[in-house]
């Protein structure tokens, strides 16, 4: 089987994989472009993303990509987990060649990005959750029509999610 094949099978099978991917992609995208920071390639963070992919509340992407993002944070951190196998031949550890630096600067981010993504799943406030996902996509990701109103903790299921509508649902 090749990547490409590896790939349409993880999307059959993981329902919003696809568009978790390309959220991904475009943190990586904004980090390296507005912030110089380089982050794992996109094959990379494919394959993290598959390998990590918690898909609990089918209806909101904030919440399967916060998931996804503990989980890969939490295997990645613990010592001698730092590894990405390439699921095809020649099944190779793509972090195997990674300084100390590099390794250390990607978990560091990435252990940003969960702690916000949690923040913003967790906030009762549209504004706050969303600017809390802006800081990882910039401009782009836009909140122009989040409410900065608190919301009751019973009716927050629209704070700071991110929508299927987002630009990066189709990235």
């Not at 794992?40 to 089918?58: M, R, S, W």
């Amino acid at each position: 089987m090749d990547f490409n094949n590896w790939f349409e099978e993880q999307c059959k099978q993981k329902a919003y994989f696809r568009e978790i991917v390309r959220f991904l992609k475009a943190w990586r995208d904004y980090m390296k472009s507005e912030k110089g920071v380089e982050l794992p390639c996109g094959f990379i963070l494919t394959i993290l993303a598959a390998n990590h992919y918690t898909e609990n509340d089918v209806t909101r992407f904030d919440v399967i990509m916060k998931d996804t993002l503990v989980s890969m944070q939490d295997e990645l951190s613990k010592e001698g987990h730092f590894k990405c196998k390439r699921p095809v031949s020649p099944n190779e550890d793509l972090f195997e060649h990674y300084s100390d630096t590099k390794r250390n600067t990607f978990l560091s981010r990435l252990k940003s990005f969960r702690e916000d993504a949690e923040r913003a799943v967790n906030s009762k406030n549209q504004k706050e959750g969303c600017e809390k996902w802006q800081k990882y996509f910039g401009d782009r990701f836009s909140c122009a029509t989040a409410k900065d109103v608190d919301e009751d903790a019973q009716q927050k299921e629209f704070s700071g999610s991110i929508k299927k509508n987002s630009q990066y649902a189709g990235y």
